[in-house]
């Protein structure tokens, strides 16, 4: 009697086993939820806040030529790599008359060159801008009325978009009709609010937003992490080392991390000297000086 007992015990026991891992197969897969997206978005943001400029109320700095003499002279005295470079290349003349593009067509710039060869983004962009009427009717309304989402798609193709950023161009172009963006509030918004602001729109991530920062607000205090330039520069310039493995060495580019912690001595002129680590790539002289 034990015996037959036993086995009975045994026998529900493997059936309990076999339904619960039939129930754990057919559980439902978890989606991701709306707060796990809302966390990683504060997370991503947390980190981009040590990329860009502190906090200023009203009006908010701009890089003018008076600046651009300020930022010399500190970043100069506060690295002497940099130093170097700014004494081989000189000062950045021709940065500042490029700044204060329209924010709008800076950001539908931006979309459009993204995963493109410079060539075929200008070809594309050209007849984007064309097909609103030229550059000074390049305006959200403009570009909400080409019907870019017809079904047969014939505008959209004419110009060569695809319908994924058909959808952030459109996205965009709400923003900026609605009045949530505009020139005059960019003027007024703090670093990190343009940050928020801007990446809340599909299409757009930190590194477009660090270009728009630098290159059309004349933000002074942004850091390109993201940037694969600018990451070779930091290697070079500052000799950082490669990961050595059991067989062999892998060529490492510097982590935000880093490049973050040299470039503290850069603030509040990042983006100048950001603009330097361009040329430190780019240009035969500095290649010469610092090493392939």
């Not at 707060?35 to 947390?46: N, V």
């Not at 990329?51 to 701009?62: A, K, L, S």
């Not at 505008?155 to 009709?177: C, D, M, N, P, T």
Request: proline fraction near 4%; charged fraction near 30%.
């Amino acid at each position: 009697k034990k015996k037959q007992q036993k086995k009975q015990q045994q026998k529900k026991k493997k059936k309990q086993k076999t339904r619960e891992s039939t129930t754990k197969r057919r559980a439902p897969r978890k989606t991701k939820s709306a707060s796990s997206s809302s966390s990683a978005k504060s997370r991503a943001l947390a980190l981009a806040s040590e990329t860009v400029g502190e906090d200023v109320e009203g009006q908010q700095p701009i890089l003018d030529e008076k600046l651009m003499a300020k930022a010399l002279v500190h970043l100069s005295k506060n690295d002497p790599k940099l130093a170097t470079v700014i004494r081989q290349i000189g000062p950045p003349t021709g940065l500042v008359p490029r700044l204060g593009v329209k924010a709008f067509r800076a950001l539908c710039r931006s979309i459009v060159y993204q995963q493109l060869s410079t060539k075929s983004a200008a070809k594309i962009f050209g007849r984007l801008v064309d097909a609103c009427g030229g550059e000074a009717k390049l305006k959200p309304e403009a570009l909400m009325g080409l019907d870019l989402e017809n079904a047969d798609g014939k505008k959209r193709l004419e110009i060569g978009l695809s319908r994924q950023k058909v959808k952030y161009l459109l996205s965009l172009a709400e923003s900026f009709a609605s009045g949530k963006l505009s020139d005059d509030r960019f003027r007024l918004l703090t670093d990190m609010e343009v940050m928020k602001q801007v990446t809340a729109i599909k299409g757009l991530g930190e590194w477009s937003v660090h270009m728009f920062m630098m290159f059309s607000l004349g933000r002074p205090d942004v850091l390109p992490v993201g940037d694969l330039a600018v990451r070779k520069a930091f290697k070079r310039l500052y000799g950082l080392e490669n990961d050595p493995t059991a067989q062999t060495v892998v060529e490492r580019l510097p982590e935000r991390d880093e490049i973050i912690a040299i470039a503290k001595k850069w603030r509040p002129y990042r983006t100048i000297g950001s603009w330097y680590m361009w040329h430190v790539v780019e240009t035969k002289e500095a290649a010469y000086t610092f090493g392939a």
